[in-house]
């Protein structure tokens, strides 16, 4: 009788410490996988607000004769105004956010100094 009662016990403590990784192991990969996909997302961000260069440049021209720091919104006109193919509010905010080297949530002359 003894001996049935520990195969039991480790039995038990075998299935126990194999279903904790296999528990690990699928959180684990699921987390990586969410993880994927938002790099991905980043990935596309990026390519879509980088792949009309001309609406960019037109932009960038127009900028560098304002007096006045562009603010998000002002800058979403600007780029909107050179009619870009398609491009869509997530790209021109990451565009801004990749201007705005001082961080201040303007863009400025100060932002292209060297």
Request: hydrophobic share 40%; glycine share 8%; proline share 2%.
């Amino acid at each position: 009788a003894e001996g049935v009662f520990e195969a039991v016990v480790v039995g038990s403590s075998v299935f126990g410490v194999g279903f904790l990784v296999a528990c690990y192991s699928y959180v684990n990969g699921s987390i990586a996988r969410k993880r994927t996909f938002e790099h991905l997302g980043q990935i596309e961000v990026m390519n879509r607000a980088l792949g009309d260069m001309s609406a960019l440049d037109y932009s960038l021209e127009l900028m560098l004769n304002e007096t006045e720091p562009l603010t998000k919104e002002k800058f979403r006109e600007k780029i909107y105004a050179s009619e870009p193919e398609c491009i869509r509010d997530t790209e021109v905010d990451f565009l801004f956010d990749l201007l705005d080297y001082s961080g201040n949530h303007l863009i400025d002359q100060d932002d292209f100094q060297l």
